[in-house]
Protein backbone atom coordinates (compact mmCIF):
# COMPACT_ATOMS: atom_id res chain seq x y z
CA UNK A 1 0.00 0.00 0.00
CA UNK A 2 1.21 2.97 -1.13
CA UNK A 3 1.68 5.88 1.62
CA UNK A 4 2.76 9.60 1.25
CA UNK A 5 3.57 11.24 4.75
CA UNK A 6 3.87 15.63 4.55
CA UNK A 7 5.37 17.13 8.03
CA UNK A 8 6.73 20.38 8.64
CA UNK A 9 4.01 22.60 8.13
CA UNK A 10 2.88 24.91 11.07
CA UNK A 11 2.24 28.77 12.20
CA UNK A 12 4.67 31.34 10.56
CA UNK A 13 4.90 34.83 10.56
CA UNK A 14 5.40 36.87 7.15
CA UNK A 15 8.87 36.82 5.60
CA UNK A 16 9.45 33.45 7.92
CA UNK A 17 10.15 30.25 6.45
CA UNK A 18 8.57 26.87 6.69
CA UNK A 19 10.65 23.40 5.01
CA UNK A 20 8.02 20.68 4.36
CA UNK A 21 9.38 16.82 4.12
CA UNK A 22 7.37 14.52 2.25
CA UNK A 23 8.25 10.36 3.20
CA UNK A 24 6.77 8.12 0.09
CA UNK A 25 6.45 4.23 0.89
CA UNK A 26 4.73 1.15 -0.58
CA UNK A 27 6.57 0.82 -3.97
CA UNK A 28 9.41 1.78 -5.73
CA UNK A 29 8.82 4.98 -7.15
CA UNK A 30 11.71 5.07 -10.06
CA UNK A 31 11.90 7.57 -12.64
CA UNK A 32 8.83 9.14 -10.85
CA UNK A 33 7.99 12.83 -10.97
CA UNK A 34 7.25 13.72 -7.20
CA UNK A 35 5.11 17.12 -6.57
CA UNK A 36 3.88 19.63 -4.42
CA UNK A 37 0.67 21.36 -4.70
CA UNK A 38 -1.64 23.55 -2.44
CA UNK A 39 -5.21 24.11 -1.73
CA UNK A 40 -6.54 26.90 0.09
CA UNK A 41 -10.64 26.90 1.66
CA UNK A 42 -12.73 27.35 -1.59
CA UNK A 43 -10.24 27.09 -3.93
CA UNK A 44 -8.83 24.63 -6.12
CA UNK A 45 -5.73 22.58 -5.95
CA UNK A 46 -3.08 24.24 -7.16
CA UNK A 47 0.16 23.43 -8.71
CA UNK A 48 3.40 24.66 -6.34
CA UNK A 49 6.76 22.63 -7.59
CA UNK A 50 7.60 19.71 -9.19
CA UNK A 51 11.05 17.60 -9.42
CA UNK A 52 12.56 15.02 -11.72
CA UNK A 53 13.81 11.69 -10.87
CA UNK A 54 17.18 12.87 -11.83
CA UNK A 55 16.52 16.14 -9.98
CA UNK A 56 18.05 17.93 -13.54
CA UNK A 57 14.15 18.81 -13.81
CA UNK A 58 12.18 21.71 -11.74
CA UNK A 59 9.49 23.23 -12.23
CA UNK A 60 7.61 26.21 -10.20
CA UNK A 61 4.05 27.95 -9.73
CA UNK A 62 5.49 31.45 -11.13
CA UNK A 63 4.44 32.76 -7.70
CA UNK A 64 6.78 31.09 -5.69
CA UNK A 65 9.76 31.48 -8.29
CA UNK A 66 12.70 32.77 -6.67
CA UNK A 67 11.49 31.77 -2.92
CA UNK A 68 10.51 27.97 -2.69
CA UNK A 69 13.25 25.01 -3.43
CA UNK A 70 12.20 21.78 -4.43
CA UNK A 71 14.17 19.15 -3.42
CA UNK A 72 14.33 14.97 -3.49
CA UNK A 73 16.15 12.28 -2.44
CA UNK A 74 15.86 9.26 -3.95
CA UNK A 75 17.42 6.82 -1.75
CA UNK A 76 14.59 7.28 1.22
CA UNK A 77 11.50 8.56 -1.68
CA UNK A 78 11.13 11.82 -0.30
CA UNK A 79 10.84 14.76 -1.31
CA UNK A 80 11.17 18.31 -0.21
CA UNK A 81 9.91 21.83 -0.32
CA UNK A 82 11.94 24.93 1.46
CA UNK A 83 9.59 27.88 1.66
CA UNK A 84 11.16 31.30 2.22
CA UNK A 85 9.61 34.65 2.53
CA UNK A 86 6.44 33.10 2.99
CA UNK A 87 3.47 35.76 2.42
CA UNK A 88 -0.15 35.31 3.65
CA UNK A 89 -1.28 34.25 0.13
CA UNK A 90 1.03 31.29 0.56
CA UNK A 91 -1.39 29.77 3.85
CA UNK A 92 -3.12 26.51 2.66
CA UNK A 93 -3.10 23.12 3.04
CA UNK A 94 0.13 21.49 1.24
CA UNK A 95 0.06 17.85 -0.46
CA UNK A 96 2.67 16.11 -2.24
CA UNK A 97 2.24 13.89 -5.32
CA UNK A 98 3.89 11.22 -6.82
CA UNK A 99 3.17 10.74 -10.88
CA UNK A 100 4.85 9.63 -14.14
CA UNK A 101 3.67 13.08 -15.65
CA UNK A 102 5.18 12.80 -19.57
CA UNK A 103 5.43 16.21 -20.34
CA UNK A 104 6.22 19.69 -18.42
CA UNK A 105 3.13 20.86 -18.77
CA UNK A 106 1.66 17.97 -17.59
CA UNK A 107 3.85 17.71 -14.70
CA UNK A 108 2.42 20.96 -13.27
CA UNK A 109 -1.24 19.16 -13.70
CA UNK A 110 -3.38 17.72 -10.68
CA UNK A 111 -4.30 15.18 -13.34
CA UNK A 112 -0.77 13.66 -13.76
CA UNK A 113 -0.17 12.38 -10.28
CA UNK A 114 -1.69 9.12 -9.02
CA UNK A 115 -0.46 9.13 -4.96
CA UNK A 116 -1.09 12.03 -2.82
CA UNK A 117 -0.39 12.78 0.80
CA UNK A 118 -2.86 13.66 3.40
CA UNK A 119 -1.59 17.45 3.26
CA UNK A 120 0.03 19.97 5.88
CA UNK A 121 -1.53 22.84 6.84
CA UNK A 122 0.69 25.72 6.46
CA UNK A 123 -0.49 29.00 8.07
CA UNK A 124 1.17 32.45 7.81
CA UNK A 125 0.21 35.81 9.60
CA UNK A 126 0.75 38.95 8.46
Known amino acids: QVQLVESGGGLVQAGGSLRLSCGASGRTFTGSTMGWFRQAPGKERDFVAAIGWSSVSTYYAESVKGRFTISRENAKSTVFLQMNSLKPEDAAVYYC???????????????????WGQGTQVTVSS
Open 97 to 115: AVGYPLTTARAMSVRDYTY
